[in-house]
C-alpha cells in the first residue's frame, strides 16, 4: 500500500502566525465602575466618611450624591459642602463610627 504524506504548505503557517502576533491587545476601559459602586454602596449604608484634600483638610460627612466631577457631602455640625474630586486627596470610612464586629467584646 502507498500513502501519501500530506504536509502543510510552509507559507500559510507563517501568515498564521504573524497575524497572531500582530493583534494588538485590545485597551483596558476607560471607566471600570469600581468607583461607582463604592459611592452607591456608601451612599445607601449612609457611611460616615473621611474625606482629606490635597491641601490636608479633612472633612468629615455622610455622602448625599456623587457625580463624574464633584460629590455632595452632609454634614451635621456645618453646612453640606459641594465638593470636587479633583481637590480629594483619598476618602476613606470615619474609624470613629466603624461597627465592625471586630472591636465588639464578648
Same mark, same amino acid.
Given at each position: %500500500?502507498?500513502?501519501?504524506?500530506?504536509?502543510?504548505?510552509?507559507?500559510?503557517?507563517?501568515?498564521?502566525?504573524?497575524?497572531?502576533?500582530?493583534?494588538?491587545?485590545?485597551?483596558?476601559?476607560?471607566?471600570?465602575?469600581?468607583?461607582?459602586?463604592?459611592?452607591?454602596?456608601?451612599?445607601?449604608?449612609?457611611?460616615? %466618611?473621611?474625606?482629606?484634600?490635597?491641601?490636608?483638610?479633612?472633612?468629615?460627612?455622610?455622602?448625599?450624591?456623587?457625580?463624574?466631577?464633584?460629590?455632595?457631602?452632609?454634614?451635621?455640625?456645618?453646612?453640606?459642602?459641594?465638593?470636587?474630586?479633583?481637590?480629594?486627596?483619598?476618602?476613606?470610612?470615619?474609624?470613629?463610627?466603624?461597627?465592625?464586629?471586630?472591636?465588639?467584646?464578648?
Amino acid at each position: %500500500m502507498n500513502r501519501k504524506l500530506i504536509r502543510p504548505n510552509l507559507t500559510e503557517i507563517k501568515e498564521q502566525f504573524n497575524s497572531k502576533l500582530n493583534r494588538k491587545k485590545p485597551t483596558p476601559p476607560e471607566q471600570t465602575n469600581a468607583e461607582n459602586y463604592y459611592f452607591i454602596r456608601q451612599m445607601n449604608s449612609k457611611t460616615p %466618611m473621611v474625606i482629606l484634600f490635597k491641601d490636608g483638610k479633612e472633612i468629615h460627612g455622610i455622602i448625599e450624591w456623587y457625580d463624574k466631577n464633584c460629590i455632595k457631602v452632609h454634614r451635621n455640625d456645618a453646612p453640606n459642602l459641594l465638593i470636587y474630586k479633583d481637590s480629594i486627596k483619598y476618602i476613606y470610612k470615619d474609624p470613629a463610627f466603624d461597627t465592625d464586629s471586630d472591636t465588639e467584646e464578648r
